[in-house]
């Protein structure tokens, strides 16, 4: 059996899809790099809930962050669980 912190990390990452909003930034992502300004735009959202909502998904290792000028652009990590998440959310809305 895994071990604790291998739950709590999963339980992390389902936590992070219980949330409409980040899954659509999820989504969003899975297709494209995009800045806080581009993300909210196509969300229809404030720039401030969409930087709420990239935090948590940064901190459970979901999505990287890359500065480019004045811009900070996000796009989904290189990690087994976001290409995990790439496949399921695309399967999902297929």
Known sequence: MPDTENFTNAASIFAQL???TRLRILWL???SRECVSNIAAALSLSKAVVSHHLQLLRRSNLVISERIGQEIHYSLADTREAELLHRTIDALFE
């Open 18 to 20: 219980g949330d409409g």
């Open 29 to 31: 992502l899975c297709h």
